[in-house]
């Protein structure tokens, strides 16, 4: 193998390992439905904590019924703020969007 395959082929191995690791291994499923969810809990929210923001708790759709998910903590991600999950009406149907951090 010539000095210039052996080149090649030593920046390509990274490149194709790089897009392996930036690919999702899943997609998020959407959710929709058709009832509305319940109202919020108050949720006592603990001290801060350096480095990680709030993630409210919220109403998830599991099993066919709605399902308390507590709140956690999300690392802070430099440079955004973050928006937490929801979900939003659009005529009869009610969708579920993903937290996520907003630059």
Known sequence: MSTLAQLRY???????????VSTPTFAQTEVIIRQAPP???VEVIPAGRPGYAWDRGHWGWQRGA??????????????????????????????????????
């Open 10 to 20: 030593a920046l390509l191995v990274p490149l194709v390992f790089a897009a392996f």
């Open 66 to 103: 709605y399902a308390w998910v507590p709140g956690h903590w999300q690392p802070v991600m430099r440079n955004a703020r973050w928006q937490p999950g929801h979900w939003e009406s659009r005529g009869p149907n009610w969708y579920w969007r993903e937290g996520r951090w907003m630059r």
């Open 39 to 41: 109202v919020e809990r």
